[in-house]
């Protein structure tokens, strides 16, 4: 079975500054995808960032990168450069036929 | 590209009564998913399409729950009595067969009073 485990429920930084929600899965598979998707209050989700798991470069988008760790499990996502408009819910989630979703991170961001 | 859209997106029912919810997907993706967030936790996946084929059902959450994609198209997510439990935000997704991530629509929130 494939888990993923967001251990921060909540997550808070300033306007400017660079925050990192951390993200750790477990699965079978050998090949597989990792995203970040974001939520804003009573809107759609939206995907911020994927990687492969075969890639070993970690994948950027802007002012969003990750850091995949694939022996640990372990995919975060880094924020730099916060903005107001970065306050959502972040979900980390795994391929398979469907998406795997974390309970996901609420970050709020402070001017 | 329009996005994908999701109607109603609020419904209100009385317990014991059936809804449907409609789901049009980016129009060149031929794979279309459901899931259903409950509040406070991420989407829990139902089932999913790739165009008319319904490929895993197992996961709806009672025979109670139904979908279909009859021309490979627009997706319904029906819910037959409905119960005070199954209040939640109803997700449809979609996506290509070649990549895995997919695209959300903004929800349905049902309310079953």
């Known amino acids: 079975a494939q888990t993923v485990t967001q251990s921060q429920p909540e997550m808070s930084v300033q306007e400017a500054e660079t925050v990192t929600l951390s993200c750790t899965y477990d699965?079978?598979?050998?090949?597989?995808?990792l995203f970040w998707y974001k939520q804003p209050p009573s809107r759609q989700m939206i995907l911020v960032i994927r990687q492969e798991a075969y890639k070993q470069q970690n994948a950027t988008e802007n002012r969003f990168s990750v850091n995949f760790q694939k022996a640990a499990k372990s995919f975060s996502l880094k924020i730099s450069d916060s903005q107001l408009g970065d306050a959502a819910m972040y979900f980390c989630a795994l391929s398979g036929y469907a998406l795997n979703f974390g309970k996901g991170t609420s970050l709020l961001v402070t001017p | 590209d329009t996005g994908v859209s999701q109607n109603p997106r609020h419904k209100i029912t009385k317990r014991g009564q059936n809804v449907t919810f409609r789901c049009d997907p980016i129009s060149e993706h031929n794979r279309l998913y459901w899931y259903r967030q409950t509040l406070g936790q991420g989407p829990e996946f139902l089932t999913y399409?790739?165009?008319?084929?319904?490929?895993?059902k197992s996961r709806l959450l009672s025979d109670r729950f139904s979908a279909e994609r009859p021309k490979g198209s627009f997706s319904t997510l029906e819910i037959q009595r409905t119960e005070q439990g199954d209040s939640a935000m109803y997700l449809c997704a979609s996506s290509t067969s070649l990549a895995y991530e997919q695209y959300f629509g903004p929800g349905t929130r049902l309310t079953v009073t």
């Open positions: 699965t079978s598979e050998s090949d597989y995808y």
């Open positions: 399409f790739q165009n008319e084929a319904q490929l895993e």
